[in-house]
């Protein structure tokens, strides 16, 4: 951040150190070991007087004088122009660091390039045992200039002690120093042997040919399990929170540790293969062949150790970024913008976000990725995401991607590196306006006659609203299928709850009744919900029109197969069911109208890519779907994408215990509340209600606005009752770790409170079971002193609203009051009525029914005293 950016987009994301540090390395480890298989070499034609090996040994100084002096010296310098160029910051960190160790590498180089020209041109000049005394010197320095590189290589991974006392020798010989160096030794000697086979395989003399190419390969195979002993102590020696990192949350890194383990039995069989006598022909090819493989062996164990640095550049002290860890803090407080010396934006307006988040980019992304090049190319990583996404993914991306920094900057400036990125490279977009909701024309209110009508029938939805996802031939987060209940009362002075002798039926609107539009998606669902949950009972057991099972004081009917979708394919989440009580006479006692709220409109596009797929407003894509498996499969481990490809959709609760679906789940895994919370909370954090509508139908410019109860139109969003997604992952993630489910503790070392000094603090409690009750707030049912009820929570089922009953025992809450997020006076969105259409029907007024004095709906007289609960016998105190 103190020096200027090198703009190189495609050719980001370290492809020119890779390919040139790559090829240096390889280079200059045939640099050591060949020098050692150069002496030994001419010490074998001296011993056996063999002029055609010392002959060899000449041939093969000049190939390798060429090789390591040019080509190595080349790509030497080119590493020192680029890594200055791309981490200045870090390179000075080097040099300053290890001024004195640079200076006698420096010596042992030049001492180098001075006995190798000796050893070459004095060969047949100078006397045997000078000459090999020549090239004993060459091998020693060149070792010597190893040891010395070694150590500041493996610095920047393992810095130690180093990070406490700033010693230069605690630098140099870090908790990896050996180990890299005896690895780094045999590896040499190895790649001497594979060098060794490109001179032997063009000598004319095939007896000395098939000789030298067996002496070559004994070079490649005989240090390999010394070779394979040391890559053991190097791991070992590595921290245990580098091992992990490196070997279980990388799976980035899974391809190179992969190539790394299958390419070195690759060499040895090789190597054996080579040892058989064959024509000049088939020799040459295997040869090359053999050369390129050592050459991705290298780099693959480069890239291994290179990654396994990140974020930092120098491991615990300078990020990739440049940025130095202690600082971080600091620029998170003040933003990058202001601390920053090389940018012209220095704040985050509406009018340069393109401008301050190109700059933020550059800084802060550049580094690491490229700009649709052929290594770590941001446009490929960030494709799926919105900017609300993108700037969401960015504020956690360090929490579950360990080689990812923090990022380092204002919440601001991270809003205009997710515009830049999502929106300037990638041409994703939010809604910018509010979806046009089609309204409902003239709405239908069924008749009552309060002077006439013997029965008042009351209906409602279990749940304010019903979401599900319908992209069924890959992926259901929940299955479809709602609930409605109906009490039927007969009225009197006295009224009575009447079950016996009562059929209550149902009918959904005609307008959703066509169930060919969504055939194909039912039987999905309802295939999988069989299989997997509920076999033998499953989601085809009610249609669209029946008949209500009969409790004990109500009747009810689940699983309603009714989808958000017209016969025209338009999203109307807000489909209507008339309700009909007939005696066993045949005679039509009562009937009503009721809301039956059922919802597609989940958010999982905004960060897993794909669009709507009904209507431009609603529905879960295919594309998005697998788009969500993937990524399930990369960060857990799991197969639910290949499960999928087999026509084996995946539900989520037949792994995560949900008790609304009443689906047990694995056991050891976290219930599904508290996996999709406790993840998502890492990323959605100290931005209030306005994420929990990324996810959740509640936008209030969306197609659904679910949110549609009288608590919102006095102010109220989710987290008043619900809280921060912080704090109400963390009541979720508490319960599960008191189960000792080991994920929840993960979790929970991530995330922060929001409205609470600790952790300890917030309350942990089950979903669906401990929730949010209306008296925490209306104590004794009057006007509410507080405006929050999160951290008091129901103690059972039987305690949640949409369960409970009034004083006498019989009449559910919800028959007068209305569903949960639709309390009366709710507004809907489509209609005025939709949601209040019982109220309209018995007391033409939005409110509770019997608020305002209206008792008489049930009662037929004037109520002296408050039979189902306190401070109902008044004025309606919100209207």
């Given at each position: 951040?103190n020096?200027?950016?090198?703009?190189?987009?495609?050719?980001?994301?370290?492809?020119?150190?890779?390919l040139?540090?790559i090829?240096?390395v390889?280079?200059a480890h045939?640099?050591?070991?060949?020098?050692?298989?150069?002496?030994m070499?001419?010490?074998?034609g001296?011993?056996?007087?063999?002029?055609a090996?010392?002959?060899?040994?000449?041939?093969?100084?000049?190939?390798f004088?060429?090789?390591?002096?040019?080509?190595?010296?080349?790509?030497?310098?080119g590493?020192?122009?680029t890594?200055?160029?791309?981490?200045?910051?870090?390179?000075?960190?080097?040099?300053?660091?290890?001024?004195?160790?640079?200076?006698i590498?420096?010596?042992?180089?030049?001492?180098?390039?001075?006995?190798?020209?000796?050893y070459?041109?004095?060969?047949?000049r100078?006397?045997?045992?000078?000459?090999?005394?020549?090239?004993?010197?060459?091998?020693?320095?060149?070792?010597?200039?190893?040891?010395?590189i070694?150590?500041?290589?493996?610095?920047?991974?393992?810095?130690g002690?180093?990070l406490?006392?700033?010693?230069?020798?605690?630098?140099?010989?870090?908790?990896?120093?050996w180990?890299?160096?005896?690895?780094?030794?045999?590896?040499?000697?190895m790649?001497?042997?594979?060098?060794?086979f490109?001179?032997a395989?063009?000598?004319?003399?095939v007896?000395l040919?098939v000789?030298?190419?067996?002496?070559?390969?004994?070079?490649?195979?005989?240090?390999?399990?010394?070779?394979?002993?040391?890559?053991?102590?190097?791991?070992a020696?590595?921290p245990?929170e580098?091992?992990?990192?490196?070997?279980?949350?990388?799976?980035?890194?899974?391809?190179y540790?992969?190539?790394?383990?299958?390419l070195?039995?690759?060499?040895?069989?090789g190597?054996?293969?080579?040892?058989?006598?064959?024509?000049q022909?088939?020799?040459?090819p295997?040869?090359?062949v053999?050369l390129?493989?050592?050459?991705?062996?290298?780099?693959?164990?480069?890239?291994i150790?290179?990654?396994?640095?990140?974020?930092?550049?120098?491991?615990?002290?300078m990020y990739?970024?440049?940025i130095?860890?202690?600082?971080?803090?600091?620029?998170?407080?003040?933003?990058?913008?202001?601390e920053?010396?090389?940018?012209s934006?220095?704040?985050?307006?509406?009018?340069n976000?393109?401008?301050a988040?190109?700059?933020?980019?550059?800084?802060l992304?550049?580094?690491?990725?490229s700009?649709?090049?052929?290594?770590?190319?941001?446009?490929?990583?960030?494709?799926?995401?919105?900017?609300?996404?993108?700037?969401?993914?960015?504020?956690?991306?360090h929490?579950?991607?360990?080689?990812m920094?923090?990022?380092a900057?204002s919440g601001?400036?991270?809003k205009?590196?997710?515009?830049?990125?999502?929106?300037?490279?990638?041409?994703r977009?939010d809604r910018?306006?509010?979806?046009?909701?089609r309204?409902?024309?003239?709405?239908?209110?069924?008749?009552?006659?309060?002077?006439?009508?013997?029965?008042?029938?009351?209906?409602?939805s279990?749940?304010?609203?019903?979401?599900?996802?319908?992209?069924?031939?890959?992926?259901?987060?929940?299955?479809?299928?709602?609930?409605?209940?109906?009490?039927?009362?007969?009225?009197?002075?006295?009224?009575?709850?009447i079950?016996?002798?009562?059929?209550?039926?149902?009918?959904?609107?005609?307008?959703?009744?066509?169930?060919?539009?969504?055939?194909?998606?039912?039987?999905n669902?309802?295939?999988?919900?069989?299989?997997?949950i509920?076999?033998n009972?499953?989601?085809?057991?009610?249609?669209?029109?029946?008949?209500?099972k009969?409790?004990?004081?109500?009747f009810?009917?689940?699983l309603?197969?009714?989808?958000?979708?017209?016969?025209e394919?338009?999203y109307?989440?807000?489909?209507?069911?008339?309700?009909?009580?007939?005696?066993?006479?045949?005679?039509?006692?009562?009937?009503?109208?009721?809301?039956a709220?059922?919802?597609?409109?989940?958010?999982?596009?905004?960060?897993?890519?794909g669009?709507?797929?009904?209507?431009?407003?609603?529905?879960?894509?295919?594309?998005?779907a697998?788009?969500?498996?993937a990524?399930?499969?990369?960060?857990?481990?799991t197969?639910?994408?290949?499960?999928?490809?087999?026509n084996?959709?995946?539900l989520?609760?037949?792994?995560?215990?949900?008790?609304?679906?009443?689906?047990p789940?694995?056991?050891?895994?976290?219930?599904?509340?508290?996996a999709?919370h406790g993840?998502?909370?890492?990323f959605?954090?100290?931005?209030g209600?306005?994420?929990?509508?990324?996810?959740?139908?509640?936008?209030?410019?969306g197609?659904t606005?679910?949110?549609?109860?009288?608590?919102?139109?006095?102010?109220?969003?989710?987290?008043?009752?619900?809280?921060?997604?912080?704090?109400?992952?963390?009541?979720?993630l508490?319960?599960?770790?008191?189960?000792?489910?080991?994920?929840?503790?993960?979790?929970l070392?991530?995330?922060?409170?929001?409205?609470f000094?600790?952790v300890?603090?917030?309350v942990?409690?089950?979903?669906?079971?401990?929730?949010?009750?209306?008296l925490?707030?209306?104590?004794?049912?009057?006007a509410?002193?507080?405006?929050?009820?999160?951290?008091?929570?129901?103690?059972?089922?039987e305690?949640?609203?949409?369960?409970?009953?009034?004083?006498?025992g019989?009449?559910?809450?919800?028959?007068?009051h209305?569903?949960?997020h639709?309390?009366?006076?709710?507004?809907?969105?489509?209609?005025p009525?939709?949601?209040?259409?019982?109220?309209?029907?018995?007391q033409g007024?939005?409110y509770?029914?019997?608020?305002?004095?209206?008792?008489?709906?049930?009662?037929t007289i004037?109520?002296?005293?408050?039979?189902?609960?306190?401070?109902?016998?008044r004025?309606?105190?919100?209207?």
């Open positions: 951040m020096y200027p950016v090198w703009q190189l987009d495609g050719a980001g994301g370290g492809l020119l150190i890779a040139m540090a090829f240096h390889y280079v045939f640099a050591v070991g060949g020098g050692l298989f150069l002496v070499t001419e010490m074998k001296i011993r056996e007087n063999n002029q090996i010392i002959d060899f040994v000449r041939r093969h100084t000049k190939f004088l060429l090789l390591t002096m040019v080509a190595g010296g080349m790509t030497g310098v590493i020192w122009f890594i200055s160029l791309l981490n200045p910051a870090a390179t000075s960190k080097l040099i300053h660091l290890f001024v004195f160790a640079w200076g590498e420096w010596v042992f180089f030049t001492a180098e390039i001075l006995s190798l020209f000796i070459y041109y004095t060969f047949g100078m006397d045997n045992r000078n000459h090999v005394i020549i090239g004993w010197i060459y091998f020693g320095c060149a070792w010597l200039s190893l040891f010395v070694n150590g500041i290589i493996d610095f920047m991974l393992t810095p002690a180093w406490q006392n700033n010693n230069f020798w605690s630098a140099l010989f870090n908790p990896t120093f180990p890299a160096l005896f690895f780094r030794s045999f590896l040499a000697f790649l001497a042997g594979l060098y060794g490109l001179t395989v063009n000598l004319k003399d007896v040919r000789r030298m190419v067996r002496y070559c390969a004994l070079w490649l195979i005989a240090p390999f399990l010394l070779f394979l002993g040391s890559a053991w102590w190097y791991r020696a590595l245990p580098l091992q992990v990192l490196i070997f279980e949350r990388m799976p980035e890194i899974k391809p540790l992969d190539a790394f383990i299958i070195g039995p690759m060499l040895m069989l190597g054996l293969i080579m040892a058989i006598r064959m024509p022909s088939i020799t040459r295997i040869a090359a053999m390129v493989l050592g050459l991705l062996y290298m780099g693959s164990f480069e890239f150790r290179e990654a396994g640095r990140r974020p930092y550049i120098i491991r615990d002290h990739s970024t440049s130095l860890k202690k600082d971080m803090e600091l620029i998170q407080q003040n933003g990058f913008l202001q920053a010396k090389w940018v934006s220095r704040e985050v307006t509406r009018d976000m393109m401008t988040g190109r700059e933020l980019f550059n800084n992304c550049l580094p690491c990725h700009v649709g090049g052929p290594l770590n190319d941001i446009r490929k990583v960030t494709g799926n995401y919105t900017p609300r996404g993108l700037e969401a993914k960015i504020g956690g991306i929490n579950f991607s360990p080689y920094p923090p990022f900057g601001l400036e991270r205009a590196l997710a515009y830049y990125i999502a929106y300037g490279l990638n041409n977009r910018m306006d509010d979806v046009a909701i309204e409902i024309g003239d709405e239908e209110i069924p008749a009552f006659n309060g002077e006439s009508d013997k029965y008042v029938l009351l209906a409602w279990d749940m304010g609203m019903k979401s599900y996802t319908d992209a069924s031939g890959s992926w259901m987060i929940l299955p479809p299928g709602g609930t409605i209940n109906a009490q039927l009362i007969e009225r009197g002075e006295t009224p009575d709850v079950v016996d002798g009562v059929t209550i039926s149902y009918a959904v609107d005609p307008e959703f009744s066509d169930p060919a539009q969504q055939v194909d998606f039912w039987q669902a309802a295939a999988l919900y069989d299989r997997e509920a076999p009972t499953g989601l085809s057991g009610n249609g669209l029109t029946g008949v209500m009969p409790g004990e004081e109500w009810t009917v689940s309603l197969p009714v989808v958000p979708y017209t016969a394919r338009r109307m989440p807000y489909p209507a069911f008339t309700v009909t009580a007939v005696s066993s006479a045949g005679e039509v006692l009562a009937a009503t109208r009721v809301v709220p059922v919802a597609t409109e989940m958010g999982c596009q905004i960060c897993h890519g669009h709507w797929a009904v209507d431009n407003r609603a529905g879960l894509s295919v594309e998005t697998e788009n969500i498996l990524a399930h499969d990369r960060i857990s481990g197969n639910l994408q290949g499960l999928a490809d087999n084996m959709p995946v989520c609760n037949c792994c995560h215990a949900d008790s609304s679906q009443d689906a789940g694995n056991k050891e895994q976290l219930n599904l509340s508290a999709i993840f998502h909370a890492n959605l954090g100290e931005r209600a306005m994420y929990c509508v990324m996810c959740h139908p509640a936008d209030s410019g197609a606005r679910s949110f549609r109860g009288i608590h919102r139109g006095l102010g109220l969003n989710c987290t008043y009752c619900h809280g921060e997604i912080e704090d109400h992952a963390i009541s979720l508490k319960a599960e770790h008191e189960q000792g489910k080991e994920r929840a503790a993960v979790l070392g991530n995330i922060r409170p929001a409205n000094e600790s300890d603090a917030v942990p409690r089950r979903p669906w079971v401990n929730q949010p009750d209306c925490d707030c209306h104590e004794g049912f009057q509410p002193e507080v405006d929050t009820t999160f951290n008091r929570w129901t103690a059972g089922e305690d949640l609203y949409r369960n409970r009953t009034d004083e006498s019989r009449l559910r809450c919800a028959a007068c209305g569903s949960p639709a309390v009366y006076p709710a507004m809907n969105p489509y209609s009525y939709r949601d209040v259409l019982q109220p309209m029907q018995y007024q939005f509770p029914i019997g608020s305002n004095m209206n008792c008489k709906v049930c009662h004037d109520m002296e005293y408050e039979m189902h609960h306190p401070n109902m016998l004025e309606f105190r919100n209207q």
